[in-house]
């Protein structure tokens, strides 16, 4: 069946950079379109960044609210998205969620703070 499981998220202090991980299965990853979804605490789901499936060329897409500090990459050969997170403020604190939109799927989420 199609499961996506994230990892990578933490504790990290303001400035600071995680890269979170959604390992993929029970699909052909490569043929997809995968997103990141954020969630922070007392909030509404929030779209972050999109990346296009091989075939539509790869290109990516980001949310204002972290263009420049996020970058969305996709490892096919390993079935593998990931979320590079750079300069972390206080406000991305979140649980953060990949997507696979056609296919319906989402993971579990995994844990984002940004404090001292």
């Known amino acids: 069946q199609v499961q996506l499981v994230e990892s990578g998220g933490g504790l990290v202090q303001p400035g600071g950079s995680l890269r979170l991980s959604c390992a993929a299965s029970?699909?052909?990853?490569?043929?997809?379109?995968m997103s990141w979804f954020r969630q922070a605490p007392g909030k509404g789901l929030e779209w972050v960044s999109d990346?296009?499936?091989?075939?539509?060329?790869?290109?990516?897409y980001y949310a204002d609210s972290v263009k420049g500090r996020f970058t969305i990459s996709r490892d096919n050969a390993k079935s593998t998205l990931y979320l590079q997170m750079n300069s972390l403020q206080p406000e991305d604190t979140a649980v953060y969620y990949c997507k696979c939109a056609v296919l319906g799927a989402w993971g579990q989420g995994t844990l984002v703070t940004v404090s001292s």
């Open positions: 029970g699909f052909t990853f490569s043929n997809y379109v």
């Open positions: 990346i296009e499936d091989h075939n539509s060329g790869g290109n990516t």
